[in-house]
């Protein structure tokens, strides 16, 4: 078992192991960062600690004595494990690959147009993008998410990446432009949900409304549901910002629409992120920010 209270301090073994292997303490200075005399004195404190000569001072070159040179060796042999292992390791985090969850919504209408720009950039960096309305384990099933809502995910670090409102829209197909509308209409009006969410449900509730009998709810992949909504299948609910090209067009007519301090938000774990993850939040807030 190791006795940590009698080994020399780390930074005079590091010194010296450097001294060992260059030509002179300028170098060892330089292969650490420090100054030569830094590494002198770093020197002289191990042997006061040891109560050992480990440099040979006599000529006009330093050298090591015979106690100095087995030290080195050993030093040579546990650096070199300790720099091995650890390049081991991050080397292995760094080349693995990153795990993105969102929603399908998110993916198709916002990050896949932009990842060009990041495979160009960071073309040694492997993603897997997993879209998914279900809230994925941050951390352990997924690197990163980005989700809607309003920031506030317990132990979680939440930073914006865009602000946009919740809309109910349907086709005109289904609700023809001009004719008279309001909420209570929903009820009676057939509806799209996206697979695995109840937010069709939750805004009912939200605002007092239940559907009729025959107005049917259908879930379905959220890459499908907005498809769906301009066929004039039902009536569909989306973040505006992925239907606005819809609703300027025609091919969607905006039924209600509810304005709060909701948005799409980077989630990650608290606490330093590995190099590969960094980069790609970094490279996400940056897009956002252009946007």
């Given at each position: 078992?190791?006795d940590?209270r009698?080994?020399?301090?780390?930074?005079?073994?590091?010194?010296f192991?450097?001294?060992?292997?260059?030509?002179?303490?300028?170098?060892?200075?330089?292969?650490?960062g420090?100054?030569?005399?830094a590494?002198s004195?770093q020197?002289?404190?191990?042997?006061?600690h040891?109560?050992?000569?480990?440099?040979?001072?006599?000529?006009?070159?330093l050298?090591?004595t015979a106690?100095?040179?087995?030290?080195?060796?050993?030093?040579?042999?546990?650096f070199?494990a300790?720099?091995?292992?650890i390049?081991?390791?991050?080397?292995?985090?760094?080349?693995?690959?990153?795990r993105?969850?969102?929603?399908?919504?998110?993916?198709?209408?916002?990050?896949?147009?932009?990842?060009?720009?990041?495979?160009?950039r960071?073309?040694?960096?492997?993603?897997?993008i997993?879209p998914?309305?279900?809230?994925?384990?941050?951390?352990?099933?997924?690197?990163?998410?980005?989700?809607y809502g309003?920031g506030?995910?317990?132990?979680?670090?939440a930073?914006?990446?865009?602000?946009?409102?919740?809309?109910?829209?349907?086709?005109?197909?289904?609700?023809p432009e001009?004719?008279a509308f309001?909420?209570?209409?929903?009820?009676k009006?057939?509806?799209?949900?996206e697979?695995?969410?109840?937010?069709?449900?939750?805004?009912?509730d939200?605002?007092?409304?239940?559907r009729?009998?025959?107005?049917?709810?259908?879930?379905?992949?959220?890459?499908?549901?907005?498809?769906?909504?301009r066929?004039g299948?039902?009536?569909?609910?989306?973040?505006?910002?992925?239907?606005?090209a819809?609703?300027?067009?025609?091919?969607?007519r905006?039924?209600?629409?509810?304005?709060?301090?909701?948005?799409?938000?980077l989630?990650?774990?608290?606490?330093?992120?590995?190099?590969?993850?960094?980069?790609?939040c970094?490279?996400?807030?940056k897009?956002?920010?252009a946007?």
């Amino acid at each position: 078992m190791t006795d940590w209270r009698k080994l020399p301090p780390l930074s005079a073994l590091r010194a010296f192991s450097a001294f060992a292997q260059a030509s002179g303490l300028e170098e060892a200075g330089a292969k650490i960062g420090v100054t030569h005399a830094a590494i002198s004195q770093q020197i002289r404190a191990l042997e006061a600690h040891m109560g050992l000569a480990l440099v040979e001072r006599g000529g006009r070159r330093l050298g090591l004595t015979a106690e100095g040179r087995r030290l080195a060796e050993s030093l040579h042999a546990s650096f070199s494990a300790i720099s091995s292992t650890i390049e081991d390791l991050t080397g292995a985090d760094a080349a693995r690959v990153l795990r993105i969850t969102t929603t399908s919504t998110f993916a198709a209408g916002w990050l896949l147009p932009r990842l060009a720009d990041f495979r160009a950039r960071y073309p040694g960096i492997d993603l897997v993008i997993d879209p998914t309305a279900a809230a994925r384990d941050i951390g352990r099933e997924a690197d990163l998410g980005v989700r809607y809502g309003k920031g506030d995910w317990a132990g979680l670090v939440a930073r914006r990446v865009l602000r946009s409102s919740i809309v109910v829209v349907a086709s005109p197909k289904l609700v023809p432009e001009g004719a008279a509308f309001s909420l209570a209409d929903l009820e009676k009006l057939p509806w799209l949900q996206e697979l695995g969410t109840s937010e069709a449900t939750a805004f009912l509730d939200k605002h007092g409304l239940q559907r009729a009998f025959g107005a049917g709810m259908t879930s379905m992949p959220g890459s499908l549901l907005l498809d769906a909504a301009r066929d004039g299948q039902g009536v569909a609910i989306a973040v505006r910002i992925f239907v606005e090209a819809d609703l300027a067009a025609g091919r969607l007519r905006l039924l209600h629409e509810d304005r709060g301090g909701e948005g799409y938000f980077l989630v990650t774990r608290p606490g330093l992120l590995r190099p590969s993850l960094q980069l790609f939040c970094d490279w996400l807030l940056k897009q956002a920010a252009a946007a």
